[in-house]
């Protein structure tokens, strides 16, 4: 399947509406609707003077440098060389990630290799949902092939659920850069998407849960009103932590969809909706931004999208956003070129089966 005609400016908008999210859901993070409200009323955009993206960004930056060295080709072995040569053994330590990226790196310290480095309590979680939409750029057209490499780099770090959020977050990436969504209307863009991640995810937790958040959304009047019954049906009271895949990704979807696919509607109700807000409005931001363009995002927020610091991840530092997308929709149309490339991955059948610890 051949991908947008407006490739280019969708991938921007991709990584740009990605790193806003992030930015702009950080300060709410770890917070229920009740407190932000209390705290700020309704967000309508930054709370911060100076507002910084986080690892969502920079994890997304170096799955884009993966990609930009390793094509197609691209291996969990890969994968696993450069998490230790480049994040692992950085000068400044390793700080700034979730706990699924620390245990994987103890992990591969310990000399763990895929799958057994994604061994860890945190296997389920979010962490490789929030760095997969640069695999949707580089296979957009192709949700399935998106899907495989989402899941290749995620065999390094998680397991069943936090592989099944990485295929949906890259499927749907990949399925909003499709060339039938020139000319679709919005509620059927927003339909396109979502099948491609239900179906990515597979019969998974993840799965039934994107497919009920989209239920959700349904019903509600806007994203707004979309909150509270999304909150009702996927967070887990008996688990303390709000990163998890299920709940995460499936507010994601929930979101994009009750935002019609609107990239300033769909990163403001995931920073309103508090739990993990930043990789929730992170990936909201990317299906939105993919879907839409630059079109629905505010000029004066896209700032907060330039140069990484490498605050996170030092081998990102100096790399653009922009940039960044632009490298992968070239390596994407390069593709079209390439008679040997196949129509779809075979990287990966199905997601593995869950048996990991946890």
């Known amino acids: 399947m051949l991908p947008h005609p407006a490739l280019f400016e969708r991938a921007e908008a991709a990584l740009v509406a990605h790193a806003i999210g992030d930015a702009m859901g950080a300060p709410a993070e770890n917070l229920s609707p009740a407190t932000i409200t209390q705290r700020w009323g309704r967000i309508e955009g930054f709370v911060d003077d100076d507002p910084t993206s ?4 920079e994890y997304g930056l170096f799955s884009a440098q993966l990609l930009v060295r390793h094509g197609l080709d691209l291996t969990s072995e890969h994968v696993a060389t450069a998490w230790l040569r480049d994040i692992a053994s950085q000068s400044a ?18 000399g763990l290799l895929p799958p057994a480095s994604a061994h860890h309590a945190h296997a389920w979680s979010d962490g490789a949902a929030m760095r997969a939409v640069p695999f949707g750029i580089r296979a957009a057209g192709d949700p399935a092939l998106a899907a495989d490499l989402a899941e290749v780099d995620a065999r390094v770090s998680h397991g069943r659920e936090g592989i099944a959020g990485a295929r949906a977050v890259a499927a749907g990436v990949a399925a909003a ?4 969504l020139a000319v679709d209307a919005a509620p059927g863009r927003v339909r396109v998407v979502t099948e491609a991640a239900i179906a990515a995810a597979g019969d998974t937790w993840t799965g039934a849960a994107i497919r ?9 009047e806007d994203v707004w009103a979309a909150i509270e019954p999304l909150h009702d049906a996927l967070v887990l009271p008996q688990y303390y932590w709000a990163d998890l ?9 929930g979101l994009y969809a009750a935002a019609v696919g609107d990239p300033r509607l769909s990163i403001l109700g995931a920073v309103n909706a508090g739990r993990d807000a930043d990789t929730i409005a992170a990936m909201a931001g990317g299906l939105a931004g993919a879907t839409s363009g630059f079109g629905g995002i505010p000029d004066d927020w896209r700032r907060i999208a ?4 490498g ?3 030092e081998a990102v530092a100096g790399w653009s956003v922009r940039d960044a997308a632009r490298a992968l929709a070239d390596a994407r149309l390069a593709d079209d070129e390439d008679p040997a490339r196949p129509p779809t991955s075979g990287l990966r059948a199905a997601v593995v089966a869950p048996t990991e610890t946890v």
């Open 245 to 253: 895949a299920p709940e995460a990704v499936g507010f994601t979807f």
């Open 311 to 313: 605050a996170c991840i």
């Open 93 to 110: 330590g390793f700080a700034g990630a979730g706990f699924s990226e620390m245990a994987t790196i103890e992990n591969l310290r310990g």
């Open 212 to 220: 009920d958040a989209v239920a959700v959304a349904a019903a509600a």
């Open 177 to 180: 850069l499709g060339p039938a």
């Open 54 to 57: 986080t690892d969502d960004t």
């Open 306 to 309: 330039g140069t990484a610091t």
